[in-house]
C-alpha cells in the first residue's frame, strides 16, 4: 500500500512540474486586465419563441432590436426583397424543416457557454495586441444552410445549423450542396477559430491587392494564421485552426519538404494566374497532383505559408506582432525566414 501512495504522489509532483514547466513557457501577454466580456445574442431562440404569436408584433420587435441583422435575415438569409417581412416570418413558420431544424440546434446548444468564454479569452488577445479594435454584436441564427457567418453593419452572424457536429443527420441529407469534407468541420469546436478568422480578414487585416502571386497569397494567409496562433485558446490544435483532419496535418507535415520542392519546381510561387493557384489554396478533399489515392491535404499553399510565417518570426525575434501583420513585403518575408524544410 505505501509502495502505491508513493507511487501515486511522485506522479502528482510529476504532473505538477509538467504543469509549472508549460505554464512558464507560456510567451503569452498577461490579459487579465483586458475589459472584454463577449455575450453572444440568441437571435435562433428569440424568433422560434414567436411562432404562433402576432406577426406585425414579432416584425416589430425584432427589428428594434436586432436591426441591421434582422433586415439582412429577412431579406437576404431565409427571405428576398420581393416579399413583405410579415409573409417572410409566416413562411418561415410554417415551415417544418426549418421547426426541426430549430429545435435541433436547440438540443445541441442550449446555451453558448463555452463558447462565450472561448471568444472572450480570443479577444481579449485581440484587443490587447489591437486596442481600438471594434468588437461587434455576435448574434446565433438559423437559416437553413445558407449562411455560416456572415459579417455586416456591427454585427457577427454565427449560424448555429452549421455547427451540429460533423455526424448531424441534417448534413447526410445536403450532400449536394454542401459536401463531406466541408460538413466535417460543422462541429462546436470550430465556433471560436471561425469567428477570430472571419474578424480577422473582415475587420483587422485587408488582403493587399497590388501583388496576386501565389507567393504574396500564400503569405497572407500564413500571416492570419499566425495570428489566430498568438489569440486563440492555447490548448486548440493546429488542425482545428486550419481545418485539417489530424490525417491531413500529419500528411502535410510528413511531406513538408516535398510540398516546397514542388512549388519551386513548377515555378508556382510567382504564379498569377488565380485558375492554376487557386487549387493550392481554396477548400477541397485533397490536391490534385500531390500524393498518392487522394490522401494529400488541401490549401498547401495557406499551410506552407503559416510555415514560412512561423519560421520568420523565430528569426527575428524582435519583430513584433502588429509589425509582422502590416508587412506586405512576401518577398522579404520568404528571404528572412530561411525556410528550406528536408525533402523526404
Request: proline share 5%; net charge neutral.
Amino acid at each position: 500500500m505505501m509502495y502505491n501512495v508513493k507511487a501515486k504522489q511522485i506522479y502528482l509532483i510529476f504532473l505538477f512540474a509538467l504543469a509549472f514547466i508549460s505554464c512558464n513557457e507560456s510567451k503569452r501577454p498577461d490579459v487579465s486586465q483586458v475589459n472584454v466580456d463577449v455575450k453572444i445574442q440568441r437571435f435562433d431562440q428569440e424568433l422560434f419563441a414567436r411562432k404562433g404569436k402576432d406577426v406585425e408584433k414579432t416584425n416589430t420587435l425584432l427589428s428594434n432590436k436586432y436591426g441591421f441583422f434582422y433586415d439582412d435575415y429577412i431579406k437576404k438569409m431565409v427571405g428576398s426583397p420581393d416579399y413583405s417581412n410579415g409573409e417572410v416570418l409566416n413562411t418561415l413558420f410554417r415551415d417544418q424543416a426549418y421547426t426541426d431544424l430549430t429545435k435541433e440546434v436547440d438540443s445541441v446548444y442550449p446555451n453558448l457557454k463555452i463558447q462565450e468564454e472561448g471568444l472572450t479569452e480570443t479577444f481579449k488577445y485581440i484587443r490587447y495586441y489591437y486596442p481600438k479594435a471594434k468588437l461587434p454584436k455576435f448574434i446565433a441564427f438559423v437559416s437553413g444552410f445558407a449562411y455560416q457567418m456572415p459579417v455586416g453593419d456591427q454585427y457577427l452572424g454565427i449560424g448555429l445549423d452549421m455547427f451540429l457536429g460533423k455526424d448531424s443527420k441534417f448534413y447526410k441529407a445536403i450532400v449536394q450542396s454542401v459536401p463531406l469534407y466541408l460538413s466535417r468541420r460543422f462541429s462546436p469546436e470550430y465556433i471560436v477559430p471561425r469567428v477570430a478568422e472571419t474578424y480577422a480578414h473582415e475587420e483587422l487585416f485587408q488582403e493587399p491587392d497590388e501583388d496576386r502571386s501565389l507567393l504574396a497569397k500564400m503569405i497572407f494567409q500564413g500571416k492570419i494564421l499566425y495570428f489566430l496562433d498568438q489569440v486563440l485558446p492555447e490548448n486548440m490544435a493546429d488542425s482545428v485552426k486550419i481545418g485539417y483532419s489530424a490525417e491531413q496535418l500529419k500528411w502535410a507535415q510528413n511531406f513538408e519538404g516535398d510540398i516546397w520542392a514542388y512549388f519551386l519546381e513548377n515555378n508556382f510561387l510567382y504564379e498569377t494566374d488565380y485558375q492554376k493557384i487557386q487549387v493550392f489554396l481554396s477548400e477541397g478533399p485533397f490536391t490534385p497532383g500531390l500524393g498518392e489515392n487522394r490522401d494529400s491535404a488541401p490549401k498547401l499553399g495557406v499551410y506552407t505559408g503559416w510555415q514560412i510565417v512561423k519560421k520568420y518570426m523565430q528569426e527575428n525575434p524582435k519583430t513584433t506582432l502588429q509589425q509582422l501583420m502590416a508587412d506586405n513585403d512576401a518577398q522579404k518575408i520568404l528571404n528572412q525566414s530561411k525556410y528550406k524544410p528536408k525533402q523526404k
